[in-house]
């Protein structure tokens, strides 16, 4: 995320009555991206798989003079999957990958965010990701753009990166002919605008 400078050093500029203002934004589904990419094996070709999901939805709330204050809750659809390859994605929905007839969800809520690079406004943000019903803490390399525009035409920018291992969420499935790697790439380009603002 591109943030605005700030660091665990710096006090948060207060807003009036000493209270911090925290504004609830939407993630906007057509604005917004979640891409992975993976290596796999077919007989002895290297191959890279790369896909998308397309249902992303979400919150993020915000207090502007303080990310690292910041809290979001996402979820994906593993239905919406898509490789450019309707027979591939008809299996990665099936029991072998993500089984969304029972688990027609992954989840992501953050449980922290952390400055990682005043200079260049990169952050980490930590939290818990559930596929397949499997929960693990990950943590994303964030850029996060401060909002442009005003009123309800503002709108929030943040490019999320992550490497995760697909057996850890119980994603086991390889075969003889074909081998799946078991590390992924996952890249998030988020895009959200406010949906109410209150004080907290």
């Given at each position: 995320m591109h943030l605005a400078p700030t660091d665990s050093h710096t006090a948060t500029p207060a807003a009036p009555n000493g209270l911090a203002t925290r504004t609830d934004w939407q993630i906007d589904?057509?604005?917004?991206?979640?891409?992975?990419?993976?290596?796999?094996?077919?007989?002895?070709?290297?191959?890279?798989?790369?896909?998308?999901?397309s249902d992303v939805q979400g919150t993020i709330t915000l207090d502007e003079q303080d990310p690292t204050?910041?809290?979001?809750?996402?979820?994906?659809?593993p239905s919406s999957i898509d490789t450019a390859n309707a027979k591939r994605d008809a299996h990665l929905r099936t029991a072998d990958f993500f089984h969304v007839d029972r688990h027609p969800a992954m989840t992501f809520?953050?449980?922290?965010?952390?400055?990682?690079?005043?200079g260049f406004?990169?952050?980490?943000?930590?939290?818990?990701?559930?596929?397949r019903g499997v929960t693990r803490e990950v943590a994303l390399d964030t850029i996060y753009v401060a909002a442009q525009g005003s009123g309800p035409k503002r709108r929030m920018k943040l490019t999320l990166t992550t490497t995760l291992n697909r057996r850890d969420f119980g994603l086991h499935w390889n075969t003889l002919l074909i081998a799946?790697?078991?590390?992924?790439?996952?890249n998030l380009a988020i895009e959200a605008t406010p949906k109410e603002t209150a004080q907290s």
């Open positions: 589904p057509g604005a917004s991206r979640v891409e992975f990419s993976i290596r796999k094996r077919l007989f002895v070709v290297p191959l890279t798989v790369t896909g998308r999901f204050s910041a809290l979001a809750s996402v979820t994906i659809a809520h953050s449980r922290r965010v952390e400055l990682t690079d005043r406004n990169r952050f980490q943000v930590v939290g818990d990701l559930t596929i799946v790697a078991d590390t992924l790439t996952v």
